[in-house]
């Protein structure tokens, strides 16, 4: 992004000048990253132009580009603003840009249909309930974009199994707190060895891996217990979890560590080889696989070291 741009974008911020940002907002051709086999979701605040400056160089995964929980109701017309002009600035990228909208009762009928434009590779719908708000999102949403589904609500859990409503339906997260806040269970039973939490792992787990979708573990919110954070995450890798939300650098570093299944990485790398390769002869070098997600150069090389190594 150029300097000039970046200034134009934290001068109408710093003045709180919606009007202005909103210009700065363009929509431009982006490349969807399709990539299913993410491990690492960091949650990043739209209102802080800092932390989205730093998207390229951050290690997770997937991004979230959050407008929801951590924006003030003051900030959220910015926070919006600000991922669509952020979304626009990366017209491809090697990480999975998705945004947590609102929800859907609290304006994120109104986001969805604004965000189309911007083409993020996914919106992650807060606080969803049963198939009928999935069918209303469905019916708006762009359908190259895919939908994503907190599961946090004791309406979700209940219809867990029959939220995948088509194809679109991709991913779900799981939301901890909340969803034991809303059965009226206390959080005290958040530990690795109750019995009751580890039923609703599995049951989350097998449920989603049964309808096609891929299942995200909760946030830990204690980051700087990392010792009881990689329990967390040598446990859930046990019962067969491969994705895990996270709230800083050094649990992105863990979780990729973690979840890394070498036989697969070795068989991906083999496929973006030969698939890099074959469009390299038609003199292409940038492009986008429905599987692997974009591939390039960079991308290239890091499977060959992989496969030498």
Known sequence: MKKNNIQAIELAYEQRDLEALDKLAIPKFREINKKKDFRSVLMLSCNNIKHLLKIENLEADCIMLNLEDGVSLEEKPFALVLCAIFLSRHQKSDKKLVVRVNALDEGGYDEIVYLNQF?????????????????????????????HLSIETASAWHNLASLKVNKNVTTFYLGILDLFADMKL??????????????MLSHFLITSKAVGVHPVSFVYQEFKNLEEFTQWIQLEKSMGYSSKGCISPDQIKLVNETFIDEEQEIKRA?????????????????????????IDEPIYKGALALLKG
């Open 119 to 147: 083409m993020p590779d996914a919106i992650r719908v807060p606080k969803i309930r049963n198939t009928q708000e999935v069918k209303n999102v469905l019916a708006l949403l762009n359908d190259t974009i895919e939908l």
């Open 270 to 294: 083999t496929v973006v080889v030969k698939l890099f390769e074959m469009h390299q002869e038609m003199g292409v070098t940038g492009f986008v696989d429905d599987e692997y997600g974009f």
């Open 186 to 199: 206390p959080q005290s039973l958040i530990q690795r060895d109750n019995p009751t939490m580890l039923y």
